[in-house]
């Protein structure tokens, strides 16, 4: 074997865990090697938060032509070329790319091109050269999980090759309504297809307030978008024109694509990880407080630890580990505090608590539930929807919920709210600016100061 030299770190897979924390342990002076068998940038660059998000953009766009008319506009929707909406996503990601690359080049760090196995507790083996790491950080991600599904790329898709469709499909079932199924279900509808999510739990978006589900339920329902709920899927048989779909209890469905959005499964097979004695568990690693796991001087970040499946989860843990190995004694992540936005039409954004999770900490709790249609932005952007706010009865808010057209900014100050624990007459103490969204924040924790404006 050849010696790849000694680094302070030496990081396995380079998306939004591991490029964080290369980039900001190189800032605290640490020699960093950052090993990659695809691209840096991982998931959320390539497949991920920028490509789908690109395509939502187009969806917003095309639902802006196909309502022209609400806003006094002439103006028509004469369909979608895909050829021109990879096009322009495609011009995203690579721009983001090519700047990517440069920010890691610039900071000095070593990249390390293929697949890396760790093999031993302070090194990790590219092909036969060994990069030894006084510390090594695992960061392999996750892939889309498939139940043992045939994905053909065609009729079977994940979320992967639904990102380079060629062409919008006539119909599709979405089998997952989960972040991902959401999303993936609101562009095909914009896009023209007929669409129906099939989710097994009572809810679209179960992790979310069930009060902001619901109502995502009706405005996907308007918008022509079919769900079935607490239905299992049983199986899928494809045939000459798409798939057919079997749910339990037997009813079937006939779509020309299935689309599979029933979560992500870490990246941990065959990399050495058991083999070196780290815990894991449903593919999962298990870390501690620390995201260390307990083995050697080797932490875990990102998708590939049971926490947040999230980008900026990803990139707050590198920036963790970072900064407990260069000693700065971080603070450990509230991961409560970290916003969970589902950027479909409309959108659903998050901090904090549900009213659920609230009630089973045991903490008494007051809420409101401030209804858009009182906002003038929202009425300006005919957008429906609510901002819901959870506090502790005579204490700190614990939970922001909301729904909308674009809300998902408003987890800027939402998570301020949250993590600063202030109190609903702190913020209504705030003046928001009219006429903006923001103000339905300040309008409910109004109302929950007891002094509402604009509430009937
Ligand atoms: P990854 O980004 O998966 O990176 C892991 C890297 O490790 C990969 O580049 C991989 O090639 C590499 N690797 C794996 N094994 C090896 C090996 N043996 N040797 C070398 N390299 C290896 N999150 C958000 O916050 N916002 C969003 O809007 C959002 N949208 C999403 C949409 C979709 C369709 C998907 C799939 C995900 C989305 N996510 C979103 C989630 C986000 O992409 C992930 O949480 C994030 O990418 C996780 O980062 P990571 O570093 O843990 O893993």
């Known amino acids: 074997s050849e010696n790849g030299g000694t680094f302070d770190l030496v990081i396995l897979g380079a998306g939004s865990g591991g490029y964080a924390a290369a980039i900001r342990a190189s800032e605290l002076g640490m020699k960093v090697a950052l090993i990659e068998k695809n691209k840096l940038g991982g998931t959320c660059l390539h497949v991920g938060c920028i490509p789908t998000k690109a395509l939502l953009h187009s969806a917003e766009v095309a639902d802006a032509a196909r309502d022209s008319e609400t806003f006094g506009v002439k103006a028509s929707f004469d369909g979608i070329d895909m050829a021109g909406v990879n096009a322009y996503k495609d011009k995203v990601v690579s721009r983001m790319f090519r700047g990517l690359t440069g920010l890691i080049k610039s900071h000095g760090i070593t990249v390390v091109e293929g697949e890396g196995r760790l093999t031993g507790r302070d090194e990790v083996t590219v092909g036969d050269t060994v990069y030894k790491g006084t510390n090594i950080l695992l960061a392999s991600g996750s892939e889309p999980k498939t139940l043992g599904l ?248 614990l939970g922001v919920h909301m729904i909308g057209s674009r809300v998902g900014e408003l987890t800027a100050e939402g998570q301020l709210i949250y993590n600063w624990e202030a109190l609903p007459s702190e913020v209504a103490q705030l003046v928001h600016p009219h006429p903006t969204q923001s103000e339905a924040l300040g309008e409910a924790h109004l109302a929950l100061a007891g002094k509402p404006l604009h509430v009937h």
């Open 150 to 397: 045939d994905i053909d790329g065609e009729k079977v898709i994940t979320s992967e090759q639904a990102l380079t469709m060629e062409r919008v499909p006539k119909s599709v079932a979405v089998l997952g309504g989960g972040v991902i199924g959401v999303e993936f279900a609101s562009v095909y509808r914009s896009y023209g297809s007929e669409v129906t999510i099939i989710e097994a739990l009572p809810h679209l978006l179960p992790l979310e307030d069930e009060s902001t589900s619901k109502q995502l339920e009706r405005a996907f329902r308007k918008r022509g978008i079919k769900y079935e709920l607490e239905t299992p899927f049983e199986s899928v048989k494809t045939t000459d024109s798409g798939v057919s779909v079997t749910l339990q209890g037997g009813k079937t469905l006939e779509a020309e694509v299935l689309l599979v959005a029933i979560g992500r499964a870490p990246v941990s097979e065959g990399l050495g990880y058991e083999d070196n004695g780290i815990r894991m568990e449903r593919g999962f690693v298990e870390v501690d407080e620390n995201l260390h796991t307990g083995v050697g001087n080797i932490y875990a970040v990102g998708d590939l630890i049971p926490t947040l499946q999230l980008a900026h989860a990803g990139f707050a843990e590198g920036i963790y580990v970072a900064e407990q190995l260069a000693g700065l004694n971080p603070p450990a992540i509230d991961y409560d505090g970290v916003p969970r936005i589902t950027y479909s039409e409309p959108e659903v954004a998050s901090v904090g608590l549900t009213s659920a999770k609230a009630k089973e900490r045991g903490y008494e709790i007051v809420e409101l539930d401030y209804n858009l249609g009182g906002n003038g932005k929202s009425q300006i952007l005919q957008t429906q929807g609510s901002v819901k706010v959870i506090a502790q009865k005579d204490g700190p808010v």
